[in-house]
C-alpha cells in the first residue's frame, strides 16, 4: 500500500522554524525522489524541495538557505527543517513521491499525502 503522511505544521511567527514530517510506506520510499510541494491560497501548487534515492537534494531558490529536506532511511520519514521562515512561507505543505527524475514537475509525482498547514506571520 502506497502511502504519505505528513505531519509538524502550525502557526509561527515570521523568522521562526518548523520541522516537518513525511512517514512513508515502503513502496513510496522506495521511490526514485521524494518530494515537498507547497500551495498557498489562490497560487499553484509548487516544488519547495526534493531529495533523491541516493541522497542529493534540490530546492527551490524561494527556500535556498533557508530550509532543509533529509530523510531517514531506517525511520521511512521525510523531513522538511523550514527556518526564517516567512508570510510567503504560508501554505498547506504536501510530500509527494515519483519513480521518474527528481524535479518539481508536478505531473511526474503519483503518489501524494493529504498535506499539513503551515502559517506565518508577521
Known amino acids: 500500500q502506497v502511502q504519505l503522511v505528513e505531519s509538524g505544521g502550525g502557526s509561527v511567527q515570521a523568522g521562526g522554524s518548523l520541522t516537518l514530517s513525511c512517514a512513508a510506506s515502503?513502496?513510496?520510499?522506495?521511490?526514485?525522489?521524494l518530494g515537498w510541494f507547497r500551495q498557498a491560497p489562490g497560487k499553484e501548487r509548487e516544488g519547495v524541495a526534493h531529495?533523491?534515492?541516493?541522497?542529493?537534494?534540490f530546492y527551490a531558490d524561494s527556500v535556498k538557505g533557508r530550509f532543509t529536506i533529509s530523510k531517514d532511511n531506517a525511520k521511512r520519514t521525510l523531513y522538511l527543517q523550514m527556518n526564517s521562515l516567512k508570510p510567503e512561507d504560508t501554505a498547506m505543505y504536501y510530500c509527494?513521491?515519483?519513480?521518474?527524475?527528481?524535479?518539481?514537475?508536478?505531473?511526474?509525482?503519483?503518489?501524494w499525502g493529504h498535506g499539513t498547514q503551515v502559517t506565518v506571520s508577521s
Open positions: 515502503a513502496a513510496s520510499y522506495s521511490t526514485n525522489c
Open positions: 531529495i533523491h534515492r541516493g541522497g542529493s537534494t
Open positions: 509527494a513521491a515519483t519513480w521518474g527524475s527528481c524535479s518539481a514537475t508536478l505531473t511526474q509525482y503519483i503518489y
